[in-house]
């Protein structure tokens, strides 16, 4: 999800180089991944996770032809961004999570 990323090649035409940055950003994908699923493995952390995509407004109808429509849809593509990463880390979170929203 980090978009401030360094270019991991400073060659292109080095397939070292392109090798070991695949391998790099494949890690670090791994890493963004596992971190969600450890958020997602606790309430405190789904109810965290939940109010973020509310914010985000996911879940709200987004009204066009007004000032703030640009922003509002950037938001929300944060937010669907998020949801497939969650899912990413287990098929199981997303539902468990909109179910616990439900009864609050």
């Not at 961004?81 to 287990?90: M, Q, S, T, Y």
Request: aromatic share 4%; hydrophobic share 35%.
């Amino acid at each position: 999800m980090s978009e401030n990323k360094k270019s991991l090649v400073k060659n292109a035409a080095s397939e070292k180089q392109v090798s070991a940055a695949v391998r790099k950003e494949s890690s670090r994908e791994d890493r963004e991944i596992e971190d969600l699923r450890l958020v997602m493995q606790t309430k405190q952390g789904r109810r965290a996770i939940w109010r973020i995509l509310c914010d985000c407004n996911v879940y709200a109808d987004i009204m066009p032809n007004t000032d703030l429509t640009g922003f509002n849809l950037g938001k929300r593509h944060l937010g669907l961004g998020l949801i497939i990463r969650i899912n990413e880390a287990g098929k199981e979170f997303y539902p468990l999570m909109a179910s616990e929203s439900e009864e609050e």
